[in-house]
């Protein structure tokens, strides 16, 4: 099988133009191509007028050989790539000893759990939150009540902050080992659309997810794992040997119970910060790294569409439009669009009392009024919170509390128009974009909740993603504050083994360790360290 590359076609082609095309790219007869499948679509869309379809499609023909020698120079046809996923090692039967625990529920835990559980080790997931059902009402009651669950919200309960998101399923990350192919096959099998497998940005959802999750928990239950919820970490035991090594030997958990643990997958998402007082407290080599923080956002879709598609805007091949924007200012800093959501919502992502977080979500059909993106500032350390591994946490909290005061001390978010931020005015009254956060918007100027820097960055940046998107500037765009958990603030330092660079069978991993960013590289970080366990498992006996 061959695998065509670039293969470009006019928005809106009959379906049969694909084989029309890929006969026309070989200079081959049609008896000749005997199948064909699309192995990724995508779009161009720079040139609004002459909008194109650009697919990667796998061809079996009656000659293979033959073309592919034709063909030896030319990049754009290969032999297709073999993405199947095989596990390195397997748990030898009848295998003695502790089972490898994961701390953390999310996409990492997630599939370093299922990956363990396919190669036979019977993982122990424990997770501090709930099964993602009732953590999904518990969530809904803080954005239609106001009230916060510390232990249940979007940062914490099955299926991690992913759950409630835009669903995307891509990333940048180098993959030789096609591990993300993996993740989104897993997914499919879990009941997500088979798209996902070709589409070049592809995304879920947050009400799919629900019920994927679900069903990827039963599968690691069939092969012998065990899910304990509302199970929090309050310690590590870890012994220190004469020559100054250090072994983690256990956890001591909330509920009074000690689990005598040697190998532990530590996944336990950016917003875990007790749990990074803890490791720090108990020596684990961690370290600040650079996170981001703002604002969320919000433009009508309809502006968005026009924006990037002109007249082709609401073709059903394209769906709704997303931008990625990014400006570096005169005072030094980046500013930058992030985690873009489609025809999504704004919503409150706090995990602690008297504090705002906001995050950005959408449902699988993007059909809901408003875009939004995180409009934000790069945060440095070295810059910004120097002097301790744990401080970007208190910067966080110091900005989250002002955000919490600025609107109204009710988890109502403070929010503002940008005609009026650029102003330098508190907002009064909404303009024409009506935000969609829930509990609700608290007018206010923004100014107070944001570092002087961002807003300085913020002032210069929007007239610049005004020339780049129209209207992205406009007076009464809404913006809604503020955004601080873009990443986690640390990383837990691991080595090639995968495991804590000070603490033997200590394995940090996904997003809050400081290895991943968003759904599917989280997933892929988790595969690589479920790995790591197991072959360390089976060199220990």
């Not at 009464?476 to 069978?505: H, K, Y």
Request: charged share 25%; hydrophobic share 40%; aromatic share 8%.
């Amino acid at each position: 099988m061959l695998r065509i590359t670039e293969l470009k076609l006019p928005l809106g082609h009959p379906p049969e133009a694909l084989a029309a095309a890929i006969r026309d790219r070989l200079g081959i007869a049609p008896e000749e191509l005997i199948d064909h499948a699309v192995a990724r679509r995508a779009h161009d869309a720079r040139r609004k007028s002459a909008i194109q379809m650009v697919y990667s499609v796998d061809v079996t023909l009656k000659d293979e050989a033959a073309v592919l020698a034709r063909f030896a120079d030319d990049r754009h046809v290969q032999p297709t790539p073999d993405t199947g996923y095989r596990p390195p090692v397997q748990a030898p039967a009848g295998r003695r000893g502790l089972r490898p625990v994961v701390i953390g529920a999310g996409p990492c835990g997630l599939f370093a759990g299922l990956i363990l559980a396919q190669m036979g080790f019977r993982p122990i997931i424990l997770e501090r939150g709930k099964v993602v059902r009732e953590r999904t009402k518990d969530t809904w009651g803080l954005w239609r009540r106001g009230v916060l669950n510390p232990e249940s919200n979007v940062q914490f309960g099955e299926g991690g902050a992913g759950t409630f998101s835009d669903g995307k399923l891509y990333s940048q990350i180098k993959d030789p080992r096609f591990l993300g192919r993996k993740v989104l096959t897993e997914f499919v099998k879990a009941g997500a659309p088979e798209e996902i497998l070709t589409e070049a940005h592809p995304h879920i959802g947050t009400f799919r997810l629900v019920t994927m999750v679900e069903s990827m928990r039963r599968t690691i239950q069939d092969l012998g794992g065990e899910y304990r919820f509302e199970h929090r970490v309050e310690d590590f035991d870890i012994a220190t040997a004469p020559d100054g090594g250090r072994r983690l030997r256990g956890l001591h958990l909330h509920t009074g119970e000690y689990l005598e643990a040697d190998h532990v997958v530590l996944a336990v998402g950016h917003s875990a910060r007790g749990t990074f007082q803890t490791l720090y407290d108990r020596g684990v080599h961690i370290e600040a790294k650079p996170f981001s923080m703002g604002v969320r956002i919000e433009h009508p879709q309809s502006w968005i569409d026009r924006a990037r598609f002109g007249t082709c805007a609401g073709h059903p091949d394209l769906g709704a439009a997303a931008y990625s924007l990014s400006h570096h200012c005169s005072n030094g800093r980046t500013v930058y669009s992030f985690c873009m959501c489609p025809g999504g919502r704004v919503v409150a992502a706090t995990s602690e009392e008297g504090r705002v977080v906001t995050n950005g979500m959408s449902q699988y059909s993007r059909a809901e009024f408003n875009a939004n993106s995180g409009f934000v500032v790069g945060i440095d350390p070295e810059r910004d919170y120097p002097g301790h591994p744990l401080a970007g946490i208190d910067f966080q909290r110091h900005w989250e509390s002002r955000a919490f005061v600025a609107g109204g001390s009710s988890y109502q978010a403070p929010g503002q128009k940008v005609g009026d931020f650029l102003a330098g005015r508190a907002s009064t009254e909404f303009g024409e974009v009506m935000p969609s956060y829930k509990p609700g918007v608290h007018l206010t100027d923004l100014a107070q909740c944001l570092p002087d820097f961002v807003v300085d960055a913020f002032r210069e940046a929007l007239p610049v993603f005004g020339r780049q998107i129209a209207n992205y500037d406009h007076p009464d765009a809404m913006m809604t504050g503020v955004e601080t958990r873009t990443s986690s603030p640390v990383r837990i330092t691991r080595g090639r083994d995968f495991q804590s660079l000070n603490t033997v069978g200590l394995f940090p991993a996904g997003e809050g360790a400081g290895y991943a960013g968003g759904i599917l590289s989280a997933g892929v970080d988790g595969i690589k360290v479920a790995e790591a366990v197991a072959q360390s498992l089976v060199a220990a006996g």
